[in-house]
């Protein structure tokens, strides 16, 4: 089993900053995938961004791209996801997830999920 637990959420005005870290315990060994995700309200859950935990290749959604940063520690077992430039439309519950390597971005084929952390933009 493996266990994600995010952190760093919270309340911050447009143009500002946050990190999130989501922890993971458990089954931390093989090939895997690490990536955020996030749901707005009233909106189906979407992809953000993705780090292989073993050669750190990177991906992120189109409306991140430039300002969220995906990277990991492997010492720590923690990914983290820098946001900058934060816009109201950033506003969300964001999830850390893990997948099986080769995984797309479709929620569908992950397997291990957080409890997910606010992010509150106001403009």
């Known amino acids: 089993q493996v266990q994600l637990v995010e952190s760093g959420g919270g309340l911050v005005q447009a143009g500002g900053s946050l990190r999130l870290s989501c922890a993971a315990s458990g089954r931390t060994f093989g090939r895997y995938v690490m990536g955020w995700f996030r749901q707005a309200p009233g909106k189906e859950r979407e992809f953000v961004a993705a780090?292989?935990?073993?050669?750190?290749?990177?991906g992120y959604a189109d409306s991140v791209k430039g300002r969220f940063t995906i990277s990991r520690d492997t010492a720590k077992n923690t990914v983290y996801l820098q946001m900058n430039s934060l816009k109201p439309e950033d506003t969300a519950v964001y999830y850390c997830s893990r997948g099986p390597y080769g995984v797309t971005r479709s929620e569908a084929g992950w397997n291990y999920w957080g409890q997910g952390t606010q992010v509150t933009v106001s403009s």
């Open positions: 780090i292989s935990w073993s050669d750190g290749s990177i």
